[in-house]
């Protein structure tokens, strides 16, 4: 399902910033207006998607915190979260953390050819794109605090 044309969601914003290194501020512009096709779903994606419980999964045992909508199936991409006052601010956050106090989980799954840009967590850095992203999302929320979750080749867990 393609995003509205008159919203900007969390997974644009690092575009509309110029920091995604996978899709132009030029592009996401000729995409919403629909001058060009997204990109079709690649294997990267679809392990991104299909790992995503894999990690909500190990971060609810870790911390014994609760999240919805659940471990296993975050917000719905086709019926995005939008701000109480803004209807263009619109986005599909990974997972809300209720216990111990409300937050934000966003959850990424990346490959090792990514890692040199993580750094120690749980205050290391991380890409600007991602941390945009979660930005973008907690006033959606209305939290004050994320916790980013990301799996690195299939065997480095860190927790930002």
Do not use: F
């Not at 109480?84 to 809300?96: F, H, L, V």
């Not at 966003?106 to 040199?116: C, F, Q, S, T, Y």
């Not at 979750?149 to 930002?160: E, L, S, W």
Request: glycine share 8%.
């Amino acid at each position: 399902m393609d995003k509205p044309k008159y919203t900007i969601s969390g997974t644009e914003i690092g575009s509309i910033l110029g920091l995604n290194p996978y899709q132009t501020p030029i592009d996401l512009y000729m995409r919403k207006l629909g001058l060009i096709d997204r990109e079709p779903e690649n294997e990267a994606m679809k392990w991104g998607i299909a790992a995503e419980h894999v990690v909500a999964r190990r971060y609810a045992r870790e911390t014994g915190c609760s999240l919805i909508p659940s471990i296993d199936e975050g917000y719905d991409y086709k019926t995005p979260l939008v701000h109480p006052e803004y209807p263009w601010w619109t986005g599909t956050p990974d997972r809300k953390i209720l216990v111990p106090l409300d937050g934000l989980l966003e959850i990424k799954i990346v490959g090792e050819r990514m890692a040199h840009q993580w750094g120690e967590p749980p205050d290391g850095d991380i890409p600007e794109s991602y941390l945009t992203q979660i930005a973008w999302y907690m006033p959606l929320l209305n939290v004050e605090w994320a916790d980013l979750a990301v799996q690195i080749g299939n065997k480095d867990y860190r927790v930002y």
